[in-house]
């Protein structure tokens, strides 16, 4: 089982939907979560950071986490064609190293 | 956020020369920075980490006398590409952290290496 499990899409979605973005995680003591997301040929940018179960907003940017399912979540509410990137999900299992997922590609169509 | 400043951007090298990128933390100190590397269309390959005034750490299957990693300041990385080959062409990039501040990791812009 690898360490941060995420669907590697690409996920498609029409301008203006939510778009709805899964991660699963091994290490159950695991304390810190990210969103990144990175942009063909650019590096990664951090979008959303979470510690504490339930629900956290920035902007149309909602992070969930369910520590007992060891599931986290970003979901992106009005879609728009500028938010077509790969959206990386990372865990930090108290230790100074992120795990990240492979990333799953999202396709916002107009 | 911290900022992470990567150097150069991009570059194009003969095969068997060396290539030395630089990963600098602007507005922090960072006693650890690691180091990826990302193939087209695949996700981030943790190569390293590198310990400040200590000798980097390296995942599996890297081999640490082709990428020599020195982090001799609080504020600098290196990662040099020894005797590069065609397939060491790829996407490279370094991160830092600040903790306690901040535990997320801050990316560098990337360099993109081109072995001729």
């Known amino acids: 089982q690898k360490e941060v499990e995420q669907n590697s899409g690409p996920l498609s979605v029409p301008e203006g939907a939510i778009a709805s973005l899964n991660c699963t995680y091994s290490?159950?003591?695991?304390?810190?979560f990210f969103w990144y997301r990175q942009y063909s040929g650019k590096s990664p940018e951090l979008i959303m950071s979470?510690?504490?179960?339930g629900d956290k907003e920035d902007g149309r940017f909602t992070a969930q986490l369910n520590k007992a399912s060891q599931y986290v979540s970003l979901l992106i509410r009005d879609s728009q064609p500028s938010d077509s990137a790969t959206y990386l999900c990372?865990?930090?299992?108290?230790?100074?190293?992120?795990?990240f997922g492979t990333g799953t590609r999202l396709q916002v169509f107009p | 956020g911290a900022v992470v400043s990567q150097h150069p951007s991009w570059v194009i090298c003969k095969s068997g020369t060396s290539v030395k990128i630089e990963c600098r933390s602007l507005d922090f100190q960072a006693t650890t920075m690691f180091w990826y590397r990302q193939f087209p269309k695949q996700s981030l390959m943790l190569m390293a980490t590198?310990?400040?005034?200590?000798?980097?750490?390296?995942e599996q299957g890297v081999e640490k006398d082709k990428f020599l990693i020195n982090h001799a300041s609080l504020t600098l990385s290196t990662l040099t590409v020894t005797s590069a080959h065609p397939e060491d062409s790829s996407f490279y990039i370094c991160?830092?952290?600040?903790?306690?501040?901040?535990?997320?990791?801050?990316f560098g812009q990337g360099t993109r290496l081109t072995v001729v």
């Open positions: 590198s310990n400040e005034g200590s000798k980097a750490t390296y």
């Open positions: 990372a865990v930090n299992p108290h230790t100074d190293k992120l795990i």
């Open positions: 991160s830092a952290s600040n903790p306690p501040v901040n535990t997320e990791a801050f």
């Open positions: 290490d159950r003591g695991s304390q810190s």
């Open positions: 979470i510690y504490s179960n």
